[in-house]
């Protein structure tokens, strides 16, 4: 309080007019509680203003000017050794006029002595001049003052009128020429400004005149990918090579070999229509243009330094000849200061929206606009693509807001993304963009910009043969369009990283509302509210930083790799490798983009890119007509980008493939056109996700604008029209109606929730997402290794007689079976040894293992395998394998019996698969009725085929083809095993429906296997009917039939019509793949899904349309082990695999404990998560509403402030440290039926923010209600008439501003233990320990303030303190601290000892009523009884 004080007494006398509140409503100390006439009190130390007089001679003798030797009495009424110039300018007898304004009686006036202070015993406030001037004469010796001394400006010395008192009315307020240096400075600098902009305009018009013309005439856009097939870079042309291969394979050419032979032109494209929408506008850059850039940047910095400069000002600290100089800009006039200070905020917040505004336009507006083929830059236009979640059907209100707000998000050109790509050149002159880590590369016959992709074909035949690998001319040529093999991750620089944050809208309005803290001796609060800004910025920029630092990580890689050129092998970086390289793939290595396999085999870790747990085996093309898919039957052929390589095996004898003594790779694509790539494409680059809140949060902005109105409408009604205290009081409101800590407080609970869930070994790449997950109304899963165990257990077989065709008697041990069956159990896999470890398909893991059989580890032909029993059973050589295809739902292998030297074809599939190849005479008639009963069982059952071929040279297999191989086999037996279900899983399921949360299968298995397991963990009830909807075809109908009795059901309507005692229907269906498409197909889905429990057979697409489907409900939630769930996981609107690896690319969140826990533990903590970054919404809100409403309302009224201390404590302890107690709040153990809400306008936030607001304002109103029937109050009041408002720093010595002080700082308090309820979603309130310390020890510094006597730390506040010297008249101990005098008559505000102990109960009620709101409304017995008597709509589907 030293330095506003200090400011008060230096300006008492410069100041031009004063502005002062008024209480409308009541007289102030006129009347006391009682009602009768307050009692006239002493006064003591009132200052006499001066008396003058025309000649010294007619002072009165008392106040005869005496002064020592050598001092004369100058005009200024005081001695002095010389009356300078600038002495005798401070007559106060001028009353600070000069010149013309300076009355002519008045210039001859002078002072006499000074009066000393004087005591009034009964001083009437009412009329406090007249009995000071009564007081002040009689003490000067003055008898008569009525006929010998007048006032200022009512009358002169002259006749009877000895002398006037110096009673100046209000100074008229100086006016500028405008010929003031600063102005003039302002006024230059914005004008050459003005004058540069101008001529920039003129010249770019005319620059662009004929760039306008084209434009209006083409419209320019990135044209879809261009696919470029072979073709030399000079010839455009192919090389036709031979179909068989054989040897080393192919010889090099020196040109771009290709196995087609058809050729495709430089100029034709094959157009990406999502790439339709994107506009291109070019630039170059011009002198001028660089010149006004700079300008603005300079004059925006010139605006704030101005600023800077008007504060300085205030405070007298402008360096040079102004230093100590109060308002010297403004000619010694605050009205005049704060006027001119509030038209330089103004206007530079004008500058700074307008800026802001054009941000998108303003860099390019510099530029000259040109073709986008001949500019500089090229600006990439795309149109902001907006996810919108749990968008309820909205009100009229809220349609009339998003409309106004669209318009205006369009009108701002807010509603597309720009963004400023250099264009660069290539060593050959082809110019090039990279844009969203992609590079676009002009073509000249298009005249297009495009991504460039290489088709290398599609048949086995025609990748194969391209194994020589590229020229270095070819390669180069590549490079140059389709850029390096790299994904640069821009990461910038701290401070860059601060700029990017703080450009923000909500920051812009934060800083600008702060320059008029720092202007209005304010500046304490605005120092605590910039280091909130700060922190709550430095927040989100670090967990910015950290999610980009941690992409990077995971998209950059770069290392040595062997590739072929020219025919030569050469060690390259991975950088430089372009579609259509060939490379050595070697154990440890790292794929960098996505190869195809050509020879060789190798063991691949997809874990990091998948989610995959367990190693995959990757298989080499086979020479023959078949056609290559990544995503389909060439997935087992194809090395993704981000996987690493753990075994490698060289294959140098095949039956139907390369043979090389290498491991070899033809790169199919990099950088951002590879899987991996891809997806880091989407994380850099996402698609903005907007929930409820955020349309919601619109109205309440616009709530909160219209109450700021209302607060400057109460400003004006109670100031009476001083519009710079209007606009300064308005600010304030407006700053203080959004908290600086909102940001932080939405953004802080996801990064605790995030770091938890990281304890629990559940990593997130996009926390974004824990929001999103909080409110998860359907979670889907994968079956095999998600539900259950990864590994299956074998469990038996059961084999075929061939005599009688009838199933021979189940076994466990495959000893006691045929030779046959054993042999395909030894060789019908993909299993590999890796330094010990079997890798493979679980499945084939298990299997193998059962068979105990061995991997030969010097293999003749692809594997081999040793039976068995050993040697004197021979080896078994794999000559074919045609691995696993999701299409086929089977596998095969040609082996070779070196004991017999039989060739034998061995099939291994799905039941129903296997029985369409077999010859109908080797199936037994109960086959399928065994095969179902097994998988009712919960059985995972695969079949067995086989034929023996009439070949001995295994050479001569490579003519037939897989159709031919697996003809009329017959069949061998089936194949058991058990897929018995993790541990935990049916309590995940059981939490997870207690959590309102519908429980899905999605799996590749069985049907019936799937109805087995979904009964055994809990998601279909035991008792439940389930029906199947099965056809064999998308072409045919669906037909139905009862799993528990295989009798079929023509129509499931009243089935599905039995409802049970939830409410729901008893009957579950389930549907294959090939039944979910024809309903797909038919529309009739949209009826079914949400009645569909299990989905069977379902591929990789089948899954990811699935979770599509379902997302049109709710929110989603996919859980699988990776592998064919990528698609899935990655559609899904939340994702979580299976991995061991700490993040998975392919979705937001991976969990390395491997169990469905994790799911239950994602939305516990995400559920926690929402719930606090709403509670701290909320605790905000009503801070905003306790700051501008009840705190603002009653100083307009009474003119009255807090303490500057105080706003420090509620501002820089109270709001920060809550708001970080309420996000620490742990999880609820339990998941809760209800979700959280997302809906800050929903009737939850409404009723706890409305009610807490009300409950607060009500006590508010009543503990002044209260004051003013207190006795020790009447009569003491703060004389709001007698005080200037805009000293506002002098507003707190009174009982009044302690009354609000001390019940605002309970309901701030309160705030965040009220939000920091709510069981249901997060741990019990008296668990979250951070806030009970917090609020303990804020509670007693409150409490000690208010109930304690007059202390130290109340006194730094000033409340419940006083001036030293009164307080020791009060019979307290005199302070051993420093106290400045108070502002007040009485010179204290000590609250008496038992109506402090009243106040304080009284704020403990408010604390208790809001509470008990809190606990019994909002979220208590009300909120309950409510909910069941008008329930929300909500998704209908039984959990």
């Not at 001859?108 to 004469?137: K, Q, Y």
């Not at 870790?605 to 023959?624: A, H, I, M, N, Q």
């Not at 994380?683 to 309440?700: A, D, G, H, K, T």
């Not at 009060?1370 to 102990?1397: C, D, M």
Request: with cysteine; proline share 4%.
């Amino acid at each position: 309080m030293a330095r506003p004080l200090l400011l008060w007494a230096a300006v008492a006398a410069l100041s031009a007019q004063s502005v002062c509140g008024s209480q409308l409503w009541h007289d102030v100390n006129r009347y006391d509680a009682h009602g009768n006439e307050c009692k006239l009190r002493e006064v003591r130390g009132i200052v006499c203003k001066p008396l003058c007089v025309s000649d010294l001679a007619r002072c009165p003798e008392s106040l005869q000017p005496s002064c020592p030797d050598g001092q004369s009495f100058c005009a200024d009424g005081a001695c002095h050794t010389k009356c300078t110039d600038v002495i005798q300018a401070l007559n106060p007898c001028h009353c600070s006029r000069t010149g013309d304004q300076l009355p002519a009686a008045a210039r001859s006036l002078v002072p006499c002595m000074a009066i000393p202070n004087v005591t009034i015993e009964h001083f009437r406030p009412w009329d406090a001049n007249s009995d000071i001037r009564s007081a002040c004469g009689a003490k000067a010796g003055i008898v008569d003052q009525s006929k010998t001394v007048a006032i200022w400006g009512s009358g002169w010395p002259g006749g009877d009128t000895t002398g006037v008192w110096a009673e100046c009315p209000a100074a008229p307020i100086p006016n500028f020429t405008f010929r003031e240096s600063y102005w003039v400075a302002t006024f230059a600098v914005n004008g050459a400004l003005a004058l540069i902009l101008s001529l920039w305009g003129v010249n770019k018009r005319w620059a662009e005149r004929n760039v306008r013309k084209t434009a209006t005439a083409t419209t320019y856009t990135i044209n879809g990918t261009q696919t470029r097939r072979s073709g030399n870079p000079e010839t455009k042309g192919f090389v036709k090579i031979q179909d068989d291969i054989g040897g080393e394979g192919i010889k090099p050419t020196g040109e771009f070999i290709h196995g087609t032979a058809s050729t495709l032109d430089m100029g034709a494209a094959t157009a990406n229509s999502l790439s339709r929408d994107i506009k291109l506008c070019g630039y170059r850059g011009h002198i001028l243009g660089t010149l006004c850039l700079w300008s603005v940047a300079l004059v925006t910095a010139l605006w704030i330094c101005y600023m800077g400069v008007w504060t300085a000002d205030y405070y007298g600290a402008l360096p040079g000849s102004r230093f100590g100089s109060f308002y010297s800009l403004g000619l010694g006039s605050l009205t005049l200061q704060s006027s001119s200070f509030l038209v330089v905020w103004m206007l530079s917040l004008i500058f700074l929206l307008t800026l802001y505004i054009l941000k998108p336009h303003l860099r390019n507006y510099f530029r000259v606009r040109t073709l986008p083929a001949h500019g500089q830059y090229v600006c990439v236009v795309r149109p902001i693509r907006e996810i919108k979640l749990l968008s309820d059907k909205a009100s009229w209100v809220q349609r009339r807001v998003n409309l106004v707000t669209e318009r205006l998000v369009a009108l701002l050109s807010r509603d597309k993304d720009y963004t400023t790509c250099l264009i660069e050149k290539t060593s050959e002159g082809r110019i090039y963009f990279n844009y969203q880590c992609t590079r676009y590369v002009y073509d000249d016959q298009i005249q297009q910009f495009a991504p460039f992709e290489f088709d290398l074909g599609s048949s086995h035949r025609g990748l194969l043969a391209q194994a020589a690998g590229l020229s270095s001319k070819d390669a180069q040529y590549r490079q140059e369009l389709v850029g390096p093999n790299f994904i640069d991750v821009k990461i910038p620089g701290i401070f860059a990283a601060f700029a990017r944050e703080l450009v923000s809208f909500f920051y812009i309005y934060q800083c600008i509302f702060l320059w008029a803290y720092y202007f209005n001796a304010y500046y304490q609060i605005g120092l605590v509210d910039t280091g909130i800004i700060l922190i709550s910025a430095s927040i989100k920029v670090i967990l910015r930083m950290q999610s980009e630092r941690r992409l990077k990580r995971m998209a950059e890689h770069e290392e040595s790799i062997l590739v072929s050129r020219d025919g030569q092998w050469y060690q390259v970086s991975s950088k430089d490798l372009v579609p259509g390289d060939v490379i050595e793939v070697v154990s440890g290595a790292y794929m960098s983009c996505d190869c195809i396999l050509i020879s060789g085999n190798a063991v691949m870790d997809e874990s990091s890119l998948t989610g995959e747990p367990l190693s995959v085996r990757k298989f080499p093309l086979r020479l023959d007509n078949g056609h290559y898919n990544a995503m389909g039957s060439g997935k087992m052929s194809t090395l993704f980008a981000g996987t690493s390589v753990s075994q490698v095996q060289p294959v140098q004898k095949s039956a139907d493939g390369l043979e090389s003594p290498r491991v070899l790779a033809l790169v199919k694509s990099t950088g951002t056109m590879s899987e991996k790539g891809q997806l880091v494409r989407q994380i850099l680059f996402p698609s903005r996700i907007s929930f409820i809140f955020n349309e919601q949060m619109r109205i309440v902005v616009f709530i909160l604008i219209l109450y700021a109105i209302f607060v400057m409408g109460m400003a004006v009604y109670f100031y009476k029209g001083d519009v710079a205290v209007i606009i300064f009081y308005g600010v304030f409101a407006l700053s203080q109606l959004v908290s600086p800590l909102l940001p932080a407080a939405m953004v802080i609970g996801q990064s605790i929730a995030a770091s938890r869930l990281r304890r629990k070994q559940i990593f997130c790449i996009d926390p974004q997402r824990i929001m999103i997950a909080g409110k998860v109304q359907i979670f889907c899963f994968d079956k095999t290794g998600t539900l259950t165990k990864e590994g299956l257990e074998f469990h038996g077989g059961q084999i075929v007689d061939p005599a009688s065709t009838t199933f021979a008697s189940f076994t466990e041990d495959p000893a006691a079976t045929n030779a046959l069956f054993r042999q395909a159990m030894a060789s019908c896999h993909t299993v590999t040894d890796l330094n010990g470890q079997l890798i493979g398909n679980p499945v084939d893991i298990e299997q193998f293992r059962a068979s105990k059989a061995a991997i030969d580890p010097a293999p003749k032909y692809i594997d081999a395998v040793l039976t068995a029993g050993g040697s004197e059973k021979g080896k078994l050589h794999i000559i074919r394998r045609f691995e696993f295809v999701h299409a086929r739902a089977s596998m095969s292998v040609v082996v070779l019996d070196e004991a017999t030297g039989k060739i034998h074809v061995f099939i291994k599939g799905s039941f129903e698969r296997v029985k369409s190849v077999c010859r109908a005479g080797s199936v037994p008639r109960n086959y399928d009725s065994v095969c179902v009963n097994l998988a009712y069982a919960g059985c995972y059952v695969l079949a067995f085929a086989h034929k023996t071929l009439d070949v001995t040279d295994p050479s001569s297999i490579k003519e037939f083809s897989q159709a031919e191989l697996e003809a009329d086999c017959d069949l061998l037996g089936l194949l058991v095993f058990r897929n018995n279900l993790k541990p935990d899983t049916a309590d995940a399921i059981a939490e997870l429906k207690r959590g309102s949360t519908r429980t899905v299968m999605i799996t590749g298995d069985n049907a019936l296997t799937g109805v087995f397991i979904a009964r055994e963990c809990g998601m279909v009830p035991q008792r439940n009917r389930v029906l199947l909807g099965e056809c064999r075809s998308p072409m045919e109908e669906v037909k139905w039939v009862d799993v528990d009795t295989m009798l079929p059901v023509d129509d499931i309507e009243p089935y599905l019509d039995n409802v049970g005692f939830d409410g729901f229907t008893t009957t579950e269906l389930a549907v294959s793949g090939t039944a979910f498409e024809r309903l797909c197909a038919t529309g009739a889905i949209d009826s079914l899904l949400l009645k569909i429990r299990i989905f069977a057979r379902m591929k990789p697409m089948n899954k990811v349309d699935c979770v599509e489907a379902h997302m049109k409900y709710g929110i989603i939630a996919m859980c699988g082990d990776g592998g064919n769930d990528c698609g899935a996981l990655r559609a899904a609107h939340v994702g979580i695999a299976l991995s061991d690896a700490e993040a998975s690319v392919v979705s937001p969140f991976s969990s390395a404990d491997r169990s469905i826990n994790s799911c239950v533990e994602l939305l516990r903590e995400s559920r926690a998560s929402l719930a606090s970054s709403f509670a701290n919404f909320a605790a905000l809100i009503c801070y905003g509403q306790v700051m501008c409403g009840m705190v603002k309302m009653a100083g307009f009224y009474f003119a009255i402030s807090l303490t500057q201390n105080m706003w420090l404590l509620i501002d820089g302890v109270i709001a920060t440290s809550l708001m970080l107690a309420i996000s620490m709040s742990g999880s609820a153990k339990r998941l809760d039926k209800y979700r959280p809400t997302s809906r800050i306008l929903g009737p939850q936030m409404l009723a706890s923010v409305g009610g807490v607001v009300m409950i607060n304002w009500v006590f508010s109103t009543m503990a002044y209600v209260w004051l003013f029937q207190q006795e020790w109050f009447r009569c003491n009041e703060h004389a709001t008439a007698e005080v200037d408002v805009k000293k506002w720093w002098l507003l707190g010595d009174n009982y009044e501003a302690s009354i609000l002080s001390f019940v605002s700082t309970f309901q701030f308090i309160n705030n965040g233990f009220v939000f920091n309820y709510g069981y249901l979603y997060r741990a019990r309130w008296y668990k979250n320990y951070a806030m009970l310390v917090v609020w303990g020890f804020l509670m007693a510094f409150i409490s000690y303030m208010l109930l304690a006597d007059p202390n130290q730390v109340g006194c730094a506040f000033r409340l419940n303190c006083g001036t030293p010297s009164v307080l020791e008249g009060l019979g307290f101990k005199k302070p051993t601290w420093t106290i400045e005098a108070y502002n007040n008559p009485q010179g204290h505000n000590v609250i008496p000892t038992g109506s402090r102990y009243r106040l304080w109960g009284y704020c403990l009620g408010n604390m208790a009523a809001t509470n008990f709101w809190q606990l019994f409304v909002v979220n208590g017995p009300v909120r309950n009884f409510l909910r069941k008597r008008r329930p929300l709509d909500r998704l209908r589907a039984k959990l």
